[in-house]
């Protein structure tokens, strides 16, 4: 099965600074990787995805970057702001529908 | 809108005992999964249902574990004989069909004493 690595684990960055999340995937399948954002106490929320057929999507602060070839895709967060402070999955699914595997998750700290 | 709603939002029980964790997702999404998280940990797959029947249960984790959803909306997670190790938060996600994004619940916190 699918197996999707998350790095750091933790990561803080001064306010306005920006912030990278680094994901590997093992199963060359996958076509679909989507970033959840995790607040305490509540469930992931989307805040981007990506399509295999695509190598970069980018929605205001936040872009999404994919290399197929080395089954590598990243999150960048510029403009770090304190509510940006949160735990990250990345995810990975080759399945016609979400049976997403995730990766560990990084706690992101933005300093003010 | 409403999004999907858990309930209870924690449940304390007993080792050996029985519990029922239920969902309901957002008005007219046909697909509905279960997810497990340990702490520290993300989400992992348990079981999804397109409509009324069981697409994929290839998560749940042995036979005690159990899921229904009759009327193709609401669901039910059903966990026998619980053990300690069942302890985590069980999410629930719903999408307007198979192939849609995710929108999670805010889960059940389960702790098995």
């Known amino acids: 099965g699918e197996n999707v690595e998350q790095h750091p684990s933790t990561l803080s960055v001064q306010e306005g600074d920006s912030a990278v999340i680094k994901c590997t995937y093992s199963?060359?399948?996958?076509?679909?990787f989507p970033w959840y954002k995790q607040e305490l106490g509540k469930g992931p929320q989307l805040i981007i995805d990506?399509?295999?057929?695509?190598g970069e999507k980018k929605d205001q602060r936040i872009a999404v970057t994919l290399n197929k070839t080395a089954k590598h895709f990243s999150l960048h967060i510029t403009e770090t702001q304190p509510e940006d402070s949160a735990v990250y999955f990345c995810?990975?699914?080759?399945?016609?529908?979400?049976?997403?595997?995730f990766g560990i998750g990084t706690k992101l700290q933005v300093i003010p | 809108g409403a999004g999907v709603s858990q309930t209870p939002s924690n449940k304390v029980t007993e080792k050996g005992k029985y519990v029922e964790l239920r969902c309901d997702p957002i008005?007219?999404?046909?697909?509905l999964y279960w997810y497990r998280q340990s702490l520290g940990q993300g989400p992992e797959f348990l079981i999804y249902f397109q409509g009324t029947g069981a697409a994929d249960d290839s998560g749940l984790p042995n036979d005690r574990f159990f899921a229904v959803r009759p009327e193709g909306s609401v669901s039910t997670l059903k966990i026998q004989r619980t053990e300690r190790g069942d302890s985590a938060v069980y999410l629930c996600?719903?999408?307007?069909?198979?192939?849609?994004?995710?929108?999670f619940g805010n889960g059940t916190r389960l702790t098995v004493t």
């Open positions: 990506i399509r295999s057929n695509v």
């Open positions: 008005s007219g999404h046909t697909a």
């Open positions: 995810a990975a699914t080759a399945g016609g529908y979400q049976k997403v595997t």
């Open positions: 996600a719903s999408s307007l069909n198979g192939d849609s994004p995710l929108h």
């Open positions: 199963d060359s399948a996958s076509n679909y």
